[in-house]
């Protein structure tokens, strides 16, 4: 459900991307933005490590690295609000 929603969102504000498996779901660019995308409905289950390779292959390539989840353990994600993990 997450992933038809951002590709449409994509779409609609002109990105072309790619889907992938690994560290990261998509890559998306329009012009000089580049978007690494990794996509969880429990943002929790991101673990260190995968964050930290995320963050490696974004600084290389210049580009924002972004988790993109619906829920924690704990509560639902508050739609409009970035939240910061790690």
Do not use: P, W
């Not at 449409?8 to 978007?35: H, P």
């Not at 924690?72 to 939240?83: G, P, Q, V």
């Amino acid at each position: 459900m997450i992933e038809e929603t951002l590709e449409s969102l994509l779409r609609e504000k002109g990105f072309s991307y790619s889907g992938y498996d690994g560290c990261f779901d998509f890559v998306a660019r329009k012009t000089e933005t580049i978007l690494l995308l990794k996509v969880l409905d429990n943002v929790d289950s991101l673990q260190y490590s995968q964050a930290n390779n995320l963050k490696a292959i974004s600084t290389t390539i210049q580009a924002s690295a972004m988790l993109i989840g619906s829920h924690t353990r704990r509560e639902r994600l508050a739609d409009n609000i970035i939240y910061d993990r790690f």
